[in-house]
């Protein structure tokens, strides 16, 4: 009787599993919805955490894309923004625009010779073609019988290189002591005054009158015109080579001229950048031309010793106040700690460790009472 019960109760299992599997095999019509599941807090977080990363993916993920700091917050750019970018960059030169405004009032030594540097150098990499070929002598118009031997020779006409090279370092002179002039002395200065108005009138004078008005004009008249008449016509009348004054004119107005050309672009140029990268700009191109320290400039004015007299001072002055005192603050005096070999202790020394608490007791009455 057990075994036909245990029988039939397998065949009803049987047949209940094979009716479930009839009814989920089967499609239904309309399948139930499930539920709607209301979101929690954390849900909510955490998808949103979720879409960030995304974004932040996608927006690394871009080729082109540039970030700029501007005004102390971060500024991310594509190439389809790019005048946004530009925006953004003019707002950090904005900040940085007066940065250097105190360097701006005070012309120093340092730069007045970077300055010279500068103009020297440009001149030289413009102009060295042109005053070669006028300045180097024709061996064939001087005799064999008259020719010293080479040792004499070259001690009373120095080499080609040795001349140009004396040639710019005069012109670095000139550019120094009008740096001087115009920036450092002061404006109020009479000899300073009667000196510029003498230029200009000397100016006024030649060619057409118009050279004060042109740009650059006053800068080549006193440096370049100065150094090609007076410096190398002393150095021609040394030398048997015959010139004609006429020829000499025109080419050193040649010169000038192409001088003048050459000054107005570097005033360009510097009336462009900031002082901090006109700064750069000195270094840059009187190490290009190997000028900026090579030697020292000086002042150099022949023409009037008063006015040379006040540009020495002035140039005394100004190292003297920019340059700076090394103090080291290792040397002093006080701070120094010297051996206890040297020190002359007349106290007696003691095992026993004074703490100096007991140095300004004054003993109580009470306790002087039971002594």
Request: aromatic share 8%.
């Amino acid at each position: 009787m057990s075994n036909f019960s245990s029988k039939l109760s397998r065949v009803r299992s049987v047949k209940k599993l094979s009716a479930f599997t009839h009814r989920h095999r089967s499609p239904s019509p309309n399948p139930p919805s499930p539920p709607p599941r209301t979101s929690t807090a954390s849900e909510e977080l955490a998808s949103s955490n979720t879409r960030s990363d995304y974004g932040n993916m996608a927006r690394h993920s871009l080729p082109r894309s540039r970030t700029i700091s501007a005004a102390g917050r971060t500024t991310s750019t594509t190439t389809n923004s790019f005048g946004e970018t530009l925006r953004a960059m003019s707002r950090e030169a904005q900040n940085g625009e007066f940065a250097d405004v105190f360097g701006s009032f005070f012309f120093n030594d340092k730069r007045c010779q970077n300055r010279a540097f500068f103009m020297a150098a440009r001149l030289k990499q413009t102009l060295q073609t042109m005053i070669t070929p006028i300045r180097q002598p024709t061996p064939a118009l001087v005799s064999p019988a008259a020719t010293p031997p080479m040792s004499q020779q070259q001690q009373r006409y120095p080499s080609i290189n040795s001349n140009q090279q004396q040639l710019w370092e005069m012109m670095t002179h000139r550019l120094y002591t009008l740096n001087y002039i115009l920036f450092v002395l002061p404006p109020t200065c009479e000899i300073r005054s009667r000196f510029l108005t003498m230029l200009e009138q000397q100016l006024g004078q030649i060619g057409d009158g118009q050279q004060v008005l042109r740009r650059g004009g006053m800068e080549v008249h006193f440096v370049v015109r100065y150094v090609m008449k007076h410096h190398w016509q002393q150095r021609r009348r040394r030398t048997l080579v015959q010139f004609h004054q006429d020829d000499d004119d025109d080419d050193i107005e040649e010169i000038v001229e192409r001088a003048r050309e050459v000054m107005e672009h570097c005033l360009e140029s510097e009336s462009k950048l900031g002082h901090a990268e006109r700064d750069a700009m000195y270094v840059f191109h009187g190490l290009r031309m190997g000028l900026h320290g090579t030697f020292e400039p000086r002042i150099e004015l022949e023409e009037d010793p008063e006015l040379k007299h006040r540009l020495l001072m002035a140039v005394q002055e100004n190292k003297q106040v920019t340059k700076q005192a090394y103090v080291n603050p290792f040397e002093d005096a006080d701070a120094i700690v010297t051996d206890d070999d040297d020190i002359v202790d007349d106290m007696v020394p003691s095992r026993e460790v004074d703490s100096g608490f007991y140095d300004h007791f004054a003993p109580s009455t009470r306790a002087a009472a039971f002594s």
